[in-house]
């Protein structure tokens, strides 16, 4: 197991409305990065914070976004849901500027249906 | 983009033996770190080798080596003496050097029979 923990574990919403998902970085990690993943995909990146900004964004529309907090803990926020953003979505958080290879730990993830 | 393939959806290994997971990579860079991740049904991602990229040789974590071939873009993952415990997907990731962003395979489903 990882230090990094998810809530909730899982969540239904309608379609349009708006939801929250929390994660709590590794002890240490300064980092954190989000993904979606369907159902019998890989994870696909969404973006990454690193001290409280946006670091990096994959192929997703601004209705998602994102925060970090001082404690490196993240949330993640999709406005305007939509049947297609019914997945697990993953949390990882690493430590940048170790000179390493900057692997990521993941959470357990957030299933999410979207009715 | 990067993009990285798995060509194995499924694979199955009797428990005791050996067996390989393919994974093949597309990039221009040289310079890159490669992962494999295993997700059990519990579905939480566990970190089980990573390789660098300007590291000739390949990487080994008790039963778990890798078969790093730059030249042809190709990270093969070995598992050595399978576990019922080894039963999950597995996924290969890259990451640039020079960036944040990891892309994954679809990952192979590994079946571990008694």
């Known amino acids: 197991e990882t230090g990094v923990t998810q809530s909730p574990t899982h969540l239904i919403k309608t379609r349009g409305q708006q939801v929250t998902l929390r994660c709590s970085s590794q002890?240490?990690?300064?980092?954190v990065s989000w993904y979606q993943q369907a159902l019998g995909q890989g994870p696909q990146f969404i973006f990454q914070y690193y001290r409280e900004e946006e670091n990096g964004r994959g192929n997703f529309p601004p209705r998602f976004s994102g925060l970090q907090f001082p404690n490196y803990s993240s949330e993640l926020n999709v406005n305007a849901l939509e049947l297609d953003d019914s997945a697990l979505y993953l949390c990882?958080?690493?430590?940048?500027?170790?000179?390493?290879?900057?692997?990521?730990?993941f959470g357990p993830g957030t299933r999410l249906l979207v009715l | 983009a990067q993009t990285v393939t798995q060509s194995q959806p499924e694979m199955s290994v009797q428990e005791a033996e050996t067996v390989t997971l393919s994974c093949t990579y597309d990039t221009s860079e040289s310079d890159y770190y490669l992962f494999w991740y295993k997700q059990p049904p519990s579905r939480q991602m566990i970190l089980v080798i990573r390789?660098?990229?300007?590291?000739?040789q390949n990487a080994t974590e008790n039963r778990f080596s890798v078969n790093f071939q730059k030249a042809a873009k190709s990270f093969s993952l070995k598992i050595s003496d399978s576990q019922l415990g080894d039963a999950a997907m597995y996924f290969c990731?890259?990451?640039?050097?020079?960036?944040?962003?990891?892309?994954f395979g679809t990952g192979t489903s590994l079946t571990v029979i008694p």
């Open positions: 390789q660098e990229a300007y590291k000739q």
């Open positions: 990882a958080s690493s430590f940048h500027g170790g000179g390493a290879s900057e692997t990521q730990y």
């Open positions: 990731a890259y990451r640039s050097a020079f960036g944040n962003q990891f892309y």
């Open positions: 002890s240490g990690h300064n980092t």
